[in-house]
């Protein structure tokens, strides 16, 4: 009988957890402005405060934790969790609010970490894949179950659904510090990075990867556009209560799951070349985007919008397959790194814009159509780079 890894399932238990944290936030976004009093726009501040800073603590942490150990980096970033969820629990200023997001900055990418510990105990390449695979299958499983539990604490109270985060920040600190172990034994020395930017600079001088890169930022920018506020575009425009929204985010990741668990290997891959691929599902999600603009019934909203969202989520594995497959073998964390950061970035830029827009009922769909247009043009290089 196969010895079962306690250690490994303690990574797991530790980054559910840690996805609670993640997927709790943006569906309470419409009720918060309510709760605060303050606009659409203002409320965007939340979503960018933490992306900001977790695109400037991402690298920081990821080499942090390669000199003092996974485990001491990790306690330190939920330790920071603990103290930004209990503050944002209990205050009743929106200046306070968003001062405990920030606090919040340094766990942004403490999933990053985790990945990195099951890097760490993989034996193998194939092993590494499968634990990788693990991490995603987390997110699906997290977006799956935790919104409709948080629709439920939000009928409740806007601050309910925090009250559990807290507590299950404490528990997730106590079970690592008592049973969690290092995984990272061969810790090294070397000067720390602190310039987010240098890594990203560094890879778009590289002709190999440089258009998968541009590419698939473009890609990123336009998701972004409605990722973050879409809860709030859903109260506004179709007079949606936020525990509903919590309702179709649970369905959305559902499609998600769905999409990258069966879809991916046995149609899209099977079905289409990589070149033909990248074509049509830039010029779906263009279509998709006007579409969007143009619809006014939210259930054919709805429908349209599973499929914009099931079209996004074979963009990751693909773009990030291409990349790391023409980067060299110890580099290819290191790229890791900055394809997460470039979806910071994205969520610090476009939230401000897409908060403005929602408060003056002008609609970011089109600037979606405008940007994948422009990605569809630069994708015609990137076939002629395939084929070659």
């Known amino acids: 009988m196969k010895k079962i890894d306690t250690n490994k399932l303690m990574i797991i238990f530790i980054g559910f957890l840690d996805i609670l944290a993640i997927g709790i936030f943006v569906p309470t976004l419409p009720d918060l402005a309510k709760y605060y009093w303050v606009s659409a726009h203002l409320i965007s501040y939340a979503i960018v405060a933490y992306a900001f800073f977790s695109f400037i603590a991402g690298p920081v942490l990821g080499q942090l934790s390669d000199v003092f150990g996974r485990k ?11 103290a930004s969820n209990l503050l944002m629990t209990l205050t009743a200023s929106f200046t306070i609010f968003i001062l405990a997001r920030i606090i919040n900055w340094i766990t942004g990418w403490n999933i990053s970490v985790i990945s990195s510990m099951m890097s760490d105990i993989s034996k193998d390449k194939k092993e590494r ?16 179950v935790w919104p409709a539990l948080w629709a439920m604490l939000l009928a409740f109270w806007v601050k309910a659904p925090f009250w559990l985060m807290t507590i299950a920040s404490v528990f997730e600190l106590v079970m690592m510090i008592i049973f969690l172990k290092e995984t990272h034994l061969n810790t090294i020395k070397k000067k720390i990075n602190y310039n987010p930017f240098s890594s990203i600079f560094k890879f778009l001088k590289d002709v190999n990867v440089r258009i998968f890169i541009v590419s698939l930022f473009m890609l ?17 425009e179709f007079s949606l209560p936020a525990y509903v929204t919590w309702y179709i985010m649970s369905a959305v990741w559902l499609v998600i799951a769905f999409n990258q668990a069966f879809l991916l290997k046995r149609f899209w891959l099977k079905m289409f070349s990589l070149s033909k691929l990248f074509f049509i599902i830039n010029i779906w999600i263009f279509i998709l985007f006007v579409m969007l603009f143009l619809i006014k019934d939210l ?3 709805l429908i349209v919008f599973f499929f914009l969202v099931a079209l996004q ?3 990751n594995p693909i773009y990030q397959s291409e990349i790391v497959e023409n980067t060299g073998e110890h580099e290819r964390w290191e790229i890791m790194w900055v394809m997460w950061s470039l979806q910071s970035m994205s969520m610090f830029i476009w939230p401000l814009i897409w908060g403005i827009c929602i408060d003056r009922n002008i609609s970011m769909f089109w600037f979606g159509a405008i940007i994948v247009f422009i990605n569809i043009l630069i994708i015609t290089r990137l076939v002629k780079k395939l084929k070659n």
């Not at 990123?220 to 506004?236: D, E, N, T």
């Open 72 to 82: 001491k980096i990790l306690i330190l970033c939920i330790v920071w969790s603990v």
């Open 129 to 144: 894949m499968t634990n990788m695979w693990i991490i995603w299958a987390l997110f699906w499983l997290g977006f799956i």
């Open 220 to 236: 990123i920018l336009s998701f972004s556009l409605y990722q973050g506020m879409f809860p709030v575009f859903l109260a506004k």
């Open 299 to 301: 259930t054919t909203f």
């Open 313 to 315: 989520w074979v963009v």
